[in-house]
C-alpha cells in the first residue's frame, strides 16, 4: 500500500489552489471592503440617534462629532462640556472617512441646530458610501 503524495501530485494540488487565490482574491478584498464600509456607515446612523436620544432624555444640549478616529458625544451642562460616550472610528476598520469638521448639535427637544448640514464620505478599497445629515436632522445612507 502506497502512503503520501508523489511530486507531480503536489504541485498539481499547488498549482490549483494558486489559481483559485488569483481569480477570488480580488473578488474577496471588494467584498471585505464593502462589509467595512457598510458598517462603519451604520456605526455613525447609530451614533446619530444615540446622540437624539440622549438630548431629548436628558433634557440637554448634545454634540456629535465625526472624526475618522472617534466617534464623540457629548453633552453641555452650562459651560462645561461633559463626554458622554465614545468609540472608535472608521479609520479603526481601515475605512477612511471624509466630511465637515463641526459637530452636530441637538437640542433639547432632540432637533439640530445651527451647521448641521453635513455630508460625510465613507470608502475604502474603491468602495465608497455617504452619510448625509440634513437641516432637519434626518440621515440618510447613499
Known sequence: ???????????????IVGLLAAVGGPRLAEALN???VRNAAQRLVAAHTRARL?????????????RADSLILQAIDGVDTLPVW???????????????????????????HGLV????????????RTVVVSRAGRIRLQ
Open 54 to 66: 440622549h438630548s431629548t432624555l436628558h433634557g440637554r444640549v448634545t454634540l456629535l462629532t465625526f
Open 1 to 15: 500500500m502506497r502512503r503520501g503524495l508523489t511530486l507531480v501530485e503536489l504541485l498539481l494540488v499547488l498549482t
Open 86 to 112: 465614545q468609540e472608535p472610528g472608521p479609520a479603526a476598520s481601515g475605512v477612511t472617512l471624509a466630511g465637515p469638521g463641526h459637530p452636530i448639535v441637538f437640542v433639547p427637544t432632540g432637533l439640530t
Open 117 to 128: 448640514n453635513g455630508t460625510w464620505t465613507l470608502s475604502a478599497g474603491g468602495v465608497t
Open 34 to 36: 464593502r462589509i467595512s
